[in-house]
């Protein structure tokens, strides 16, 4: 399961529409490695940077699991990427990075989210990760 829902955000499910806000709560406290890492690169990316980014890899399994699950969802990370006002792009296992919306589609994010990016920043060590 991705994500650990409250009865009550259930419930606001089932009548209709959820909050962001209420959305991001509970991506925030079910995901908290990935909440922590996104937050991180949203924070140091801005108009002044083209991007930044994490290359880390995650301290166990069940971190690496948390980020797979933000980043693989498009809802959770449409969520992300609205809370943070930042496109996220995503290689490997654990390289994540956030551009500023004046960043998309320039050079940074094209090489990034590139074919050529993504076989470039490919390892042995990285294969089944």
Known sequence: MSLDVPA?????????????????ACVRT????????????AARA????PF????????SEAERGQLLRALASDAIR????????VRL???NCHRVAAFPPSAVDG???????????QLLNQSPELRDC
């Open 89 to 91: 792009a995503f290689q």
């Open 107 to 117: 050079p940074a994010y094209r090489a990034f989210t590139s074919a050529r990016g």
């Open 78 to 85: 449409g969520g992300l990427e609205r809370h943070f006002g």
């Open 8 to 24: 009550a955000l259930l419930d606001e499910a089932e009548r209709g529409e959820v909050a962001d806000a209420d959305f991001m």
């Open 52 to 59: 930044a980014e994490h290359a880390v890899p995650p301290p």
């Open 46 to 49: 801005g108009d002044e940077h």
């Open 30 to 41: 079910s995901l908290p490695y990935a909440w922590t890492v996104i937050s991180d690169v």
